[in-house]
């Protein structure tokens, strides 16, 4: 069990520089992540392709979550757990060397000019992330008190929700300006920002591999079979991590789309983009706000100041790097004041935050779906600060008790990021048939789903090792 691998390291031992160390991680994969969104629009008409053939960004990339969890619980499923015998250290390295790979490929893809090069330069690039996050999201849930392993996730996410924000501004920078031929479109453009990805991704690396690393390695390294889906947190919570990845991933794809609407707000892309950063931006805003509110040593007191500080400091730095003035985002604040208290009356509890967010976020779906002009947006746009802390209380509460578990586990809930894949799809396939506002009920379903999942955690705490306080 988990408590007993923690008795190989000293209980004085100090968390702080792994923790900042793996963070970093969570920020690089978040940045390079959001850039498939600038090489998208690049690709296709650098190559002049349909819509379709540019998805294949998306596809190469998120289908490479897929099939490397899949290739690792095969492996767990007939000769034990990789991690498990190789160590949590072991296994970010593989996925750093992996990930820096990926990277490097983008030069020869951009020489050569192959649309080809570079979607497998992308698979590649996503089988390295694949084994970043197997490793990397349970060692942070182990790297302290398990009663603050959501507290520490939520802040890593935060992280990377940072990544996502500003990697479109930088990202397009180097990519159309910086690096172009005089604006001219040219696949060289793509060649050096991906070396210093990839640079970068081996310089975490060596740190990583210099630092002391606290060992969460069980004496037994054989552990065959179906054993994580004994444990019935994780059972659901799979399912959960799919429906979540989805409808976050689907409100996303079709927000410009719907802010276009007439009877919405008719507003032209160039203009959407901007109210999209609200949206990915709205969960950064709720990540940091869920690090404090989940922090199990903060008094309540504490808890107030700094989450009310952290939201004004991250609203400002939002509106610095969108482009809009004050009075068009203003009504953004209602509702992260809305956020702020759905956190108090989540009481500190991760399942019951949990539940609480997702039943918010059906609400907001309902308004957004029955309502027209400005409400309709600042619901659907509000629905990113709910689903801040979805992905780091799923997954803690998912794993919890799991122990000898825990890789296997997390390999099965890293593969149901495939929801991000098939659900937009369902949900387009229904935007087609009824429209796109009323379409949106297909995350209703998620969400409900989830709101479920956080009262069973809620209620069966001997399935979560009392994770919940209160």
Not at 261 to 275: A, F, V
Not at 445 to 463: E, P, Q, T
């Amino acid at each position: 069990m988990i408590d007993n691998e923690k008795k190989q390291i000293e209980v004085t031992e100090d968390y702080t520089i792994p923790f900042i160390t793996l963070t970093s991680l969570f920020f690089m994969w978040g940045f390079i992540t959001c850039m498939n969104d600038i090489l998208i629009p690049h690709l296709k008409e650098l190559f002049s392709l349909n819509y379709l053939e540019s998805m294949l960004v998306q596809f190469c990339f998120f289908g490479a979550y897929f099939i490397g969890s899949l290739i690792y619980f095969i492996t767990s499923y007939y000769k034990g757990d990789p991690i498990n015998k190789i160590g949590y250290k072991n296994g970010m390295l593989l996925g750093l060397i992996i990930s820096a790979l990926g990277c490097f490929l983008f030069y020869p893809a951009a020489v050569y000019s192959v649309y080809g090069l570079f979607l497998s330069a992308l698979f590649i690039l996503g089988l390295g992330f694949t084994l970043l996050q197997i490793t990397s999201n349970p060692y942070v849930s182990l790297l302290g008190s398990e009663k603050g392993a959501s507290s520490r996730l939520n802040l890593s996410q935060a992280f990377n929700s940072l990544g996502t924000t500003i990697a479109p501004i930088i990202g397009g920078f180097l990519i159309f300006e910086f690096f172009s031929d005089n604006g001219i479109l040219s696949p060289e453009a793509t060649k050096t920002p991906y070396a210093i990805f990839a640079i970068i991704f081996l310089f975490v690396g060596l740190i990583i591999y210099k630092i002391k690393l606290p060992t969460f390695k069980s004496e037994e390294t054989e552990y065959r079979g179906l054993g994580a889906l004994k444990f019935p947190q994780l059972k659901l919570g799979i399912l959960a991590i799919f429906v979540y990845v989805g409808a976050e991933v689907a409100i996303g794809s079709f927000m410009i789309n719907f802010l276009a609407q007439e009877n919405i707000m008719n507003i032209p892309e160039s203009i959407g983009k901007n109210y999209l950063a609200l949206y990915w931006g709205g969960a950064m805003i709720g990540r940091f706000l869920g690090s404090v509110s989940l922090h199990p040593k903060f008094s309540f007191a504490k808890k107030i100041l700094l989450m009310i500080g952290i939201a004004v400091f991250i609203f400002l730095l939002i509106l610095s790097i969108v482009d809009l003035s004050f009075a068009q985002i203003s009504t953004f604040i209602i509702f992260i004041i809305l956020n702020l208290i759905a956190f108090f009356i989540g009481k500190s509890a991760p399942a019951r935050t949990l539940s609480v967010f997702a039943l918010a976020n059906v609400m907001l779906l309902l308004c957004a779906i029955f309502t027209d002009g400005s409400i309709a947006m600042w619901a659907l746009l509000s629905i990113g600060l709910f689903n801040s802390i979805m992905w780091s209380n799923i997954f803690t509460l998912s794993i919890t008790g799991l122990g000898r578990y825990t890789s296997q586990g997390s390999s099965l809930l890293i593969m149901a990021i495939l929801g991000g894949a098939l659900i937009p799809l369902l949900q387009g396939a229904t935007a087609d048939t009824i429209g796109i506002q009323h379409s949106f009920f297909i995350p209703v379903i998620c969400y409900s789903y989830i709101v479920f999942y956080g009262f069973f955690c809620l209620k069966n705490k001997r399935f979560t090792l009392n994770t919940d306080q209160g």
